[in-house]
């Protein structure tokens, strides 16, 4: 590719669920590190900016080969969004101002991987698309729950009968993982999904997302069992 690609990760310093998540050791490394190590490694990838109003995280990010960038504290509470670091980003920083195309990884996906941030970079310039963006399938039946208690089917008719797997529309859910953005049209639009927006499919990434200490300790798990661990 001859557009330049930047990855931002946004690492805010806070978290409840999880303290200390971003630089916690998930499998020996500093989580941050991981998705820097993947970002790194992609082929796609020109640079990789880690955005935090912590000054750890920052240096942390600094250590593993990322550029860290200091987000001011206005952007950098509870109710922040991810779009707003980007967006500052693009203000503060040469290289995302100057990009084609920004990519926004998040930390809670450590077992991202190179080839899957490749694969999502591709498919928006393959496509003509404005984002595309990493999901999985997904086969639940979901469920509302009405103000009676009752429950409202989301997906799926119950009252009729059940059907198979594999006799379903196919559905898929957001990783949440990888977005990869035109640059230009994020900074006017300031949110992630603007114009034509393209699903891509990753078939081997985990369905487990790190909000809990019981998250954390069912993906190291799976990691370990996968084989997915660094090297």
């Known amino acids: 590719m001859s557009e330049r690609v930047v990855a931002v990760i946004p690492a805010r310093g806070g978290s409840k669920g999880i303290p200390g998540k971003n630089i916690k050791p998930f499998l020996g490394l ?10 790194l490694a992609a082929g796609t990838v020109s640079e990789v900016v880690v955005s935090s109003d912590d000054d750890a995280i920052l240096k942390t990010a600094e250590d593993h080969g990322a550029t860290g960038l200091k987000r001011p504290p206005e952007i950098a509470g509870d109710e922040a969004s991810s779009e707003s670091a980007l967006l500052h980003a693009i203000a503060a920083h040469h290289g995302c101002a100057e990009a084609d195309t920004l990519v926004m990884l998040q930390c809670t996906s450590p077992l991202t ?119």
């Not at 500093?30 to 970002?39: E, T, W």
């Not at 957001?174 to 603007?194: H, L, N, P, S, V």
């Open 30 to 39: 500093p989580l941050v590190a991981h998705s820097i190590r993947a970002a």
């Open 113 to 231: 991987t190179a080839g899957e941030i490749d694969l999502v970079v591709r498919a928006r310039a393959a496509q003509a698309a404005d984002t595309a963006f990493s999901v999985v399938d997904v086969h639940a039946f979901l469920w509302e729950i009405a103000p009676d208690g009752s429950g409202i089917g989301v997906n799926h008719d119950a009252s009729s009968p059940r059907q198979r797997r594999q006799d379903r529309p196919k559905q898929f859910r957001e990783t949440g993982a990888i977005y990869a953005m035109r640059k230009a049209g994020f900074g006017e639009a300031g949110q992630r999904f603007f114009g034509r927006s393209v699903p891509v499919v990753l078939p081997d990434a985990p369905e487990i997302d790190l909000d809990t200490p019981r998250d954390w300790i069912a993906l190291e798990a799976y990691a370990q069992a996968a084989g997915r661990t660094p090297d």
